[in-house]
């Protein structure tokens, strides 16, 4: 018994990429974002993500620019490290998660907050010009505004698409509505996650995502 279905990996590619276009509502984006929209279409499977996207004009520049300034990449879970392609990186840049870190629990223990709030105030040394990833913690991104507000001291760009029924949708607002400043993209609503916050990075990190140099996606 066969099937019929596609076998090549490069026909599969371009195929995916044409319907993705033929099929999400792109008009609203510049360019540079659109690119980084249509990588996040391809991770969910779902073109009408794209209707939920919030962003600055600026996010994919600044956060582009950041990267090659030697910027980390500051994530809230190991599944959003452990996703960013570090090929992609322009500068070897670190990606930082602590949510590993064998004090972490006595930390939001002693502070009476979730682990992913105090690996948040771990990172404050290095948040300054950073580019942060929050793919899963809404407790985090309302985390990183009050620190952000409290210290002044300021991302280069938030990517933040934590998911879930508890204080995602709302986060994702508080930041879409902050009037500190920052250049974000956020997927409103409860969707978000992992694979869609992976995705934004890896476009943005990679060069021809933004000049279109290599490949159409």
């Known amino acids: 018994m066969r099937y019929d279905y596609l076998t090549d990996g490069s ?63 500051l994530c809230d879970s190991s599944m959003v490290a452990t996703g960013i392609i570090a090929s992609r990186l322009p500068r070897d840049n670190d990606v930082v998660c602590h949510i590993k870190d064998p004090g972490l629990a006595a930390l939001a223990a002693e502070k009476s907050m979730t682990k992913t709030m105090a690996a948040i105030d771990l990172w404050l040394p290095r948040l300054d010009g950073a580019v942060v990833a929050i793919g899963n913690a809404p407790t985090a991104l309302f985390r990183l505004l009050e620190v952000v507000a409290e210290t002044g ?24 509505d902050n009037d500190l400043g920052l250049e974000y993209l956020v997927v ?10 992976v995705a934004a990075v890896n476009a943005i990190a990679s060069t021809d ?7 159409q996606a």
């Open 188 to 197: 409103h609503g409860r969707r978000g996650g992992s694979a869609l916050t």
């Open 11 to 73: 026909d599969i590619y371009r195929e995916s990429f044409r319907i993705i276009r033929e099929e999400t509502d792109l008009t609203r984006f510049p360019d540079d974002v659109a690119r980084v929209v249509v990588r996040m279409v391809h991770a969910a499977g779902a073109p009408d993500v794209a209707d939920d996207v919030a962003f600055t004009p600026g996010v994919v520049a600044a956060a582009n620019a950041a990267l090659r300034a030697g910027a980390p990449i």
């Open 153 to 176: 001291v300021r991302p280069a760009a938030v990517i933040g698409i934590p998911v879930g029924f508890v204080g995602a949708a709302e986060s994702k607002q508080a930041l879409a």
């Open 209 to 215: 995502e933004l000049t279109n140099t290599s490949r």
